[in-house]
């Protein structure tokens, strides 16, 4: 199977910071997908295909990366930006990243 | 619009099966290319897939979990189950569904359900 490893596990930000999340493969993958779950919901789809924006997703979500090695960057972090985010590939089967809980100074 | 709403026992004991039932609408299970997954998440812990169905009725599980899952579906009714056979206090999870979309070969989930809660407890 393959592993997805993501960092940081947590990241603390300030409203209006530019961050960077990233999640790590342990065999070259083809495309990553990001899912945000906030707390008490189920995960809703971010970023499809490494970098394409889901349906209703605002323009500071952006996703880039190739191989084993994929981010999701926040441009201007917002207060309802507080979340986990976990990345996903489905290259032999579905595998998910541990996440990244992001929480808002 | 898309949607999809599990529903499951809420409680059983170890030992026991566990079935679960993923009702959805806004799309069909007979069209090409369709297919749902099961997915469960632990309080408070990641997200692990389980099966998948194709609209073709082929099945995809978890290599771990293998020999304790079993997916089906009921096109008519626009209905997809899972059962899970000898569980115990490690399946004790939120179980979702969710509607597998297709991009240029790849796959991912573009919509989820709510979630059930279930609990192994004796």
């Known amino acids: 199977q393959i592993v997805l490893t993501q960092s940081p596990a947590i990241m603390s930000a300030s409203l209006g910071e530019e961050i960077t999340l990233t999640c790590s493969a342990s065999?070259?993958?083809?495309?990553m997908h990001w899912y945000q779950q906030k707390s008490g919901t189920s995960p809703k789809l971010l970023i499809y295909?490494?970098?394409n924006l889901a349906s209703g997703v605002p323009s500071r979500f952006s996703g880039s990366g190739s191989g084993t090695f994929y981010s999701l960057t926040i441009s201007s972090v917002e207060a309802e930006d507080a979340a986990d985010y976990y990345c996903?590939?489905?290259?032999?089967?579905?595998?998910f990243g541990s996440g990244t809980k992001l929480e808002i100074k | 619009q898309v949607t999809l709403k599990e529903s499951g026992p809420g409680i059983l004991q170890p030992s026991q099966t566990l079935s679960l039932t993923c009702s959805f609408s806004g799309f069909s299970l007979s069209t090409s290319g369709m297919g749902v997954s099961w997915i469960r998440q632990p309080s408070g812990k990641g997200l692990e897939w389980l099966a998948h169905?194709?609209?073709?009725?082929?099945?995809r599980y978890n290599p771990s979990l293998k020999s304790r899952l079993t997916i089906s579906k009921d096109t008519s009714s626009n209905q997809v189950f899972l059962k899970i056979t000898s569980v115990d206090t490690a399946d004790t999870a939120t179980y979702y569904c969710a509607r597998r979309e297709v991009y240029d070969y790849d796959w991912y989930f573009d919509v989820w359900g709510a979630g059930t809660t279930v609990t192994v407890s004796s």
């Open positions: 295909s490494t970098s």
């Open positions: 169905i194709y609209w073709d009725d082929d099945k």
């Open positions: 065999s070259s993958v083809s495309y």
């Open positions: 996903h590939q489905w290259s032999s089967y579905p595998t």
